[in-house]
């Protein structure tokens, strides 16, 4: 089978489990949102207290689960880090406002534009035109510098934590808050979305699907490979929700589930998004499946994704239906020019030529 | 003699990144390109195949070794 078709295979499997767990009793448009997951997850686990949005969210441990196993079964299961974590931090936590701002991560907004939520045109162009911006620095010499071996039990803190999630998720003790009503109670079954998760977990491990990379690689280096799998995921969800969840159709800006129509913010938002995952290499996705493979860097970035998703909660930046709060349209403008003065200063702080000399080692 | 590039150790896009740079500076040279992960092989594989170079890869515990050519 051609690269090609293998990724439209790959991704239109992950617009296939989108379009069954939204029939299941996901949010509307909203099968599988890694940002508004990670968001639930810090809601249930108490770091913010937004009632209608806590929810230990089965699907992210099962994408931790799928994709630690296939990769310990593939070999790429390998302890790795130290590529400035406090840097990448802070990416995870910006790129977590954006999307809150925006009200889903890059995956979600593929799938609201299946479902014909044109907001989700308007978030696309801003995450694209993000992601150009990121290129410009990456072409620069822009590095986060070396990761490298690290310790064994590393490798293991984020499988051991969904581990530790799930437990939670079936006792319920009372430290742990589910919503009751509002996107956080709107859930798939148990069994059903952990077992959906860990077949998209290891699909996204083997295809390596990035929507950021795809976009990226196709700007950068005219590589096509990736922008498959996203057009697979558009087009399977799209068929899909057809023939599932027609009554959510709705061609139109106005009136869809958990979105708003302040345009201005839904292209900001998402140059936020698209910014930080050009400059870590991967979007929310890939950052997750990643973290299962042992990469500690990526590790931190989801720790800076879900500690944004709770200060996007404690402090208002998240958008509702309602659109754009002020403290979400400040935090916005803060992180674009936090995250580029963050990149200009690594790529100044290089001297390009050392650089090329040190990637170069000479033959002995 | 063909250049060595170390991009062991760097995260998505830079391997591909470092192998273009080193490709557009001198095409008709062959290369070898040092790293440490599955998806960095795939990654310049199938960007230095679509530039019609042919790649050899080696493998030494999990360290891969892209030895590319025209």
């Known amino acids: ?364 | 003699m063909p250049n060595i590039l170390d991009a062991r150790g760097r995260s998505c896009p830079e391997p591909v990144i470092i192998t273009e740079n080193a490709i557009k500076s001198n095409p008709n040279s062959s290369l070898k390109v040092l790293v440490d992960s599955y998806a960095a092989v795939e990654n310049i594989t199938r960007f230095v195949t679509k530039k019609g170079y042919n790649v050899n890869i080696e493998e030494n515990n999990h360290e891969f070794t892209l030895n590319i050519k025209k």
Not at chain 1, 69 to 87: E, T
Not at chain 1, 101 to 109: A, D, E, I, Q, T
Not at chain 1, 122 to 139: A, C, E, R, S
Not at chain 1, 294 to 317: M, P, Q, S, Y
């Open chain 1, 1 to 364: 089978m051609s690269g090609k078709r293998k990724m439209f295979i790959y991704g239109g499997i992950i617009g296939l489990i989108g379009a069954i767990l939204m029939k299941m009793g996901n949010p509307g448009n909203m099968g599988i949102c890694i940002a508004c997951f990670y968001r639930d997850i810090a809601g249930a686990v108490g770091l913010h207290r937004a009632e209608v949005v806590q929810y230990i969210r089965p699907e992210i441990i099962g994408f931790i689960f799928g994709a630690f196993i296939i990769a310990i079964f593939k070999g790429d299961f390998k302890s790795r880090g130290g590529s400035s974590p406090i840097v990448r931090f802070f990416l995870g936590f910006f790129l977590m406002i954006g999307a809150l701002v925006f009200l889903g991560c890059p995956l979600r907004m593929i799938l609201r534009l299946a479902n014909w939520d044109l907001n989700a045109l308007v978030g696309l162009g801003g995450y694209v035109f993000g992601i150009f911006i990121g290129i410009q620095f990456l072409k620069k010499g822009y590095t986060l510098g070396r990761s490298v071996e690290q310790s064994k039990i590393s490798a293991y803190l984020i499988p051991i934590v969904a581990v530790v999630l799930l437990i939670f998720l079936v006792i319920k003790p009372a430290f742990i808050f589910f919503s009751t009503e509002g996107p956080g109670s709107m859930k798939a079954p148990l069994i059903l979305s952990l077992i959906l998760g860990m077949v998209a977990g290891a699909i996204l491990q083997r295809s390596r699907i990035c929507t950021a990379g795809g976009f990226r690689d196709a700007m950068l280096i005219k590589d096509y490979h990736f922008l498959w799998g996203i057009l697979g995921i558009f087009t399977l969800n799209l068929i899909a929700n057809l023939i599932l969840n027609f009554d959510n159709f709705n061609i139109s800006f106005a009136n869809q589930p958990v979105a708003h129509t302040n345009q201005l913010w839904n292209f900001l938002g998402m140059v936020l998004a698209g910014v930080c995952s050009s400059l870590l290499g991967g979007c929310p996705i890939r950052q997750t499946i990643l973290a299962s493979e042992g990469d500690t860097d990526a590790g931190i970035t989801i720790l800076g994704l879900i500690v944004g998703a709770a200060f996007a909660h404690n402090f208002g930046l998240a958008s509702s239906g309602e659109g754009a709060t002020a403290n979400g349209k400040i935090a916005v403008i803060v992180g674009i020019v936090f995250v580029l003065f963050i990149a200009y200063s690594i790529v100044t702080s290089k001297n390009k030529e050392e650089i090329q000399n040190k990637g170069v080692v000479k033959n002995a």
